[in-house]
């Protein structure tokens, strides 16, 4: 957004996974007047800000599954970035690093990775005979259902975008690795701390897609076409591994499967050369 003119003030709230937080927020940005428009990434976030907040812009990010959020009927005022996740995409990643697989954990926060997009990973892993294991995690058991999930000694270990693992730290991540298991993760932000593949859309162009949009309906809301297409551009999802991290496990990737993948180092490396109305996310 700072690439724009007439930049709002931007203030930053958290809940910290917490819908009562979360149901406090949304009361104040609600009855907020400085307040002009309302960002909000992840499906908690959403739910609660779409059923309270009829008047002003809500755009929402971090979404898998759009039909996970049951918006109220009247949405006129919600606007979404389509950052759809590949169900395929996920089942050939897992199948790609997970070599022999026969069981992997799916690690399940309190804030679920979409049910719908769940069931059918789970559905065609099972048809290529890889077995599924459930373990729901949260912040008083996260410790002991990683350690869980290791003694179950899995062909790899899914883990979901979550605000737990970064609020726990990811030293987890290393545990899991020293028994050389495989990580799977939707959180490209986990790639450099330890898991060796990610499977996500470019949030970073999900971000300029939300700033675009933000944008556009505080200075251009008559324009309605031009907001239409801004909504319509998708965002493919990209699938990214750490060759070191899969180096240390040993695992071979095929040409074709490197080719469908996203190199971590040229990413870093192409990082590198590039060297009072208020807008609430």
């Known amino acids: 957004m700072k690439d724009f003119e007439n930049l709002p003030e931007i203030v930053v709230l958290n809940a910290e996974d917490s819908i009562v937080k979360a149901r406090k927020i949304a009361r104040s940005l609600h009855t907020d007047k400085n ?3 309302i960002v909000t990434l992840g499906t ?3 739910k609660v800000m779409s059923h309270i907040e ?8 971090a979404v898998p599954d759009r039909e996970s959020l049951t918006l109220p009927k009247n949405t006129m005022n919600i606007y979404g970035v389509n950052d759809t996740l590949d169900i395929n995409q996920y089942c050939f990643a897992i199948q790609a690093v997970a070599t022999n697989a026969q069981s992997i954990v799916y690690l399940k926060p309190s804030e679920p990775f979409p049910s719908d997009l769940q069931k059918e990973i789970v559905k065609k892993l099972h048809a290529s005979g890889i077995e599924v294991i459930e373990i729901s995690i949260t912040s008083s058991t996260f410790k002991t259902r990683i350690r869980q999930a290791i003694d179950k ?8 975008l979550s605000p737990l693992s970064h609020k726990e730290g990811t030293a987890f991540l290393q545990e899991i690795l020293k028994e050389k298991i495989p990580i799977i993760t939707d959180d490209t932000s986990l790639i450099s701390e330890g898991a060796c593949i990610a499977c996500s859309v470019d949030y970073k162009k999900s971000g ?5 949009i933000v944008h556009h309906l505080l200075y251009n ?5 031009s907001l239409r297409k801004i909504i319509a551009q998708r965002l493919s999802p990209t699938t990214t591994f750490n060759e070191d991290i899969i180096k240390y496990l040993g695992i071979k990737l095929h040409k074709t499967e490197r080719n469908q993948f996203l190199s971590f180092k040229s990413k ?3 990082k590198s050369e590039k060297g009072k109305n208020v807008a609430v996310s």
């Open 208 to 212: 300029k897609q939300i700033a675009k």
């Open 221 to 225: 809301n008559h324009d309605v076409d």
């Open 153 to 160: 000694r899995p062909s790899a270990i899914f883990i979901p």
């Open 54 to 61: 009829t008047q002003k812009p809500v755009i929402y990010a």
């Open 35 to 37: 307040v002009v428009a």
């Open 268 to 270: 870093k490396l192409e």
């Open 44 to 46: 908690i976030a959403t």
